[in-house]
């Protein structure tokens, strides 16, 4: 019999029942709530009188609404008086229900896929799900997790248990070293360029390989972040001694002696050597380089020193249509250089790289140089409180305060321009995203997606630039 | 939920891959805490040439013209056409919210994401998943003939088309009977409220850190 992936191994731990029609009940460990995609689901709870089965499986916290600009006023001081009322919601519901809440002025307030492991919330082998596509960014960790819609949330809520059915099983292998510059959000860019927005649908990737064994556990989050993007619900990688050192000592991760023993279980955490993949796609890290995305769908990305597309070359005629309609959308012409592109606005943020290691990386190459005049603002937006006081602890805010950026409050921010940070139409953004859709990050606003080396090294010169280039200068 | 069995309407040809959650609904229409209502802002961005706005009467809107559910031989239409990869993005449940609420009953594609496939059939949207042969035919045929319209059988898992040509589909047992019978899914889970609280006994001797972790 051929071995398991880890992903079957997730799948079956947590198997409550097969129904004959096909269909699975899965238990699911962890929820994370926020203010957008609950408040129909507790509603619907009052409304057919149903209790939350298990309070302590779940933890909330708004991110995707609240302001990033100075928020001492508190919740009250929510200028936008529908984004005002859903933070309310999702207090006033956590506060009915007993669910515990990292309000918006909590220090451990931020973003939920930051806060989720940053608190141990997530642990190796749990499921965990949220209202929320980039779940998939807590496999990076061992767990079976994925986005799920507000009727799932509810139907959670209500049973600890969601009804499923088995994923395939695919393989993303990137063997080899990168190069120096060459990030996670590279790698991950650089997959969903190969494999496209579908690449991954009906399956959980689980991504390996020496390339990204060598990751830290924060660009593994990246990788996982946007399995979604791939079309892939759930992205995994493997335990390792990395991942387990992660836990240790986190507010909701077990502790002392319960702690050994959770560790000794989170090891068998892995692919077996004869696992059976439906799907393998091998890559070689040495092939990446710094990437930009010049359209909007994740897809449409080449390598820094490449050219936006011809449509008249693409012999595929939706395709050719898809590249004409996004190269109108996007102002760009057919065989324009990237690096030719100019930028009106960059943002360092979102659950794809906002974490301190995003953080260091992007001071690193903003220090003792100025954002470019041309520039009409630089955003800098960390993924949690946590992450603010320990970029502030190590004096990266004045490194990019100095440069011209600005230093915010943690939350979703102009990833998705639900608060008021947004692009104006017709504007150019080098963003740290996710995504690059039509009006995601502001009517009419385009988006170009990038690793935070790349996003600053952009906000120094005002266009795009190979970053590997200007820290030789 | 309400319940599909058998559904006839005019059909719409949405023509162009991977429409995204973004773009069927916009994310400033989701700062509702209410299910209903997403219906005027459905392709919000697509259909009108300004910036729409929460809670704004739409009626006064400047409309593009050129957008098809602007065009009056598609009105009241029911069945959506797309392309591959329909519902790319996000989770968000306000995109078969405001699909349902504009009146689909049905989407025909070649591919859907993921996470929109499985939300639709918890609002009694039914997504079709048809070859791509198939949905350039309906295409080609819906844009040749006004009115044109499609049957939607479920029980029998038929797209029937003006002609009499029949397209059979797939779809999940469970799902079927769900979306036949108009069944509330956390009703049926709960009938078995035993078997999860055997597993949690199991469970809990077997990784203790899964429970009563979180707390303040």
Known sequence: ?473 | MKKFTLHTGIAAPLDRANVDTDMIIPKQFLKSIKRAGFGPNLFDELRYLDEGQPDQDCSGRPLNTEFVLNQPRYAGASVLLARENFGCGSSREHAPWALDDYGFRVIIAPSFADIFYNNCFKNGLLPIVLNEAQVDQLFKEVEANQGYQLTVDLERQVVISPSGDEFAFEVDAFRKHCLLNGLDDIGLTLQYAEDIKAYETRRRQEAPWLFDAIHN
């Open chain 1, 1 to 473: 019999m051929a071995g398991k992936t880890l992903y079957d191994k997730l799948w079956e731990a947590h198997l409550v029942r097969q129904n004959e029609d096909g269909s699975s009940l899965i238990y699911i460990d962890r929820q994370i709530l926020h203010e957008v995609t609950s408040p129909q689901a507790f509603e619907g709870l009052r409304l057919a009188g149903r209790k939350p089965w298990r309070i302590d499986a779940n933890l909330a916290t708004p991110d995707h609404n609240v302001p990033t600009t100075a928020r001492s006023g508190g919740v009250d001081e929510i200028v936008d008086p529908v984004s005002r009322i859903q933070v309310k919601t999702l207090d006033s519901n956590c506060d009915d229900f007993g669910i515990v809440e990292f309000k918006m002025n909590d220090t451990r307030q931020g973003i939920v896929h930051v806060v989720g492991p940053e608190q141990g919330m997530t642990l190796p082998g749990s499921t965990v799900v949220c209202g929320d596509s980039h779940t998939s960014t807590h496999g990076a960790f061992g767990a079976l997790a994925h986005g799920i819609g507000t009727s799932e949330v509810e139907h959670v809520l209500a049973t600890q248990c969601l009804i499923a059915k088995k994923m395939k099983n695919m393989l993303v292998r990137v063997d080899g070293e990168l190069g120096a510059g060459v990030t996670a959000k590279d790698v991950v860019l650089h997959i969903i360029g190969v494999i496209g927005t579908a690449g991954g649908t009906g399956c959980a990737i689980e991504f390996g390989g020496s390339a990204i064994r060598s990751l830290s556990v924060e660009g593994r989050m990246t990788i996982c972040n946007m399995a979604i993007e791939a079309g892939a619900r759930v992205g995994l990688v493997a335990v390792d001694e990395k991942t387990i050192e992660y836990f240790r000592g986190r507010a909701f991760a077990p502790q002392g002696e319960l702690f050994e023993q959770a560790a000794a279980a989170w090891k068998s955490l892995v692919s077996d050597a004869d696992a059976k993949f439906d799907r393998v796609v091998e890559i070689r890290a040495e092939d990446i380089k710094p990437q930009v995305t010049w359209g909007t769908s994740p897809e449409m990305v080449v390598a820094v020193d490449g050219s936006v597309p011809n449509p008249e070359k693409e012999s595929d005629a939706v395709k050719a249509d898809g590249i004409r309609r996004a190269l109108k959308y996007m102002g760009l012409s057919a065989d324009q250089k990237i690096t030719d592109i100019q930028l009106d606005r960059v943002f360092i943020g979102s659950c794809t790289n906002s974490r301190i290691e995003d953080l260091r990386a992007a001071a690193e190459v903003v220090k003792g140089r100025k954002v470019a005049a041309t520039l009409k603002q630089a955003l800098v937006v960390p993924g949690s409180g946590l992450v603010k006081a320990q970029a502030e602890a190590e004096g990266l805010d004045k490194i990019f305060i100095e440069a011209g950026m600005e230093w915010r409050e943690p939350g979703c921010s102009m990833c998705l321009a639900m608060n008021p940070d947004k692009l104006g139409p017709g504007e150019h953004c080098a963003s740290t995203s996710n995504r690059n859709f039509e009006g995601r990050q502001g009517f009419g606003g385009r988006t170009h997606l990038v690793s935070p080396a790349m996003a600053a090294a952009a906000a120094v010169v005002g266009h795009f630039v190979d970053v590997r280039e200007l820290m030789a200068q």
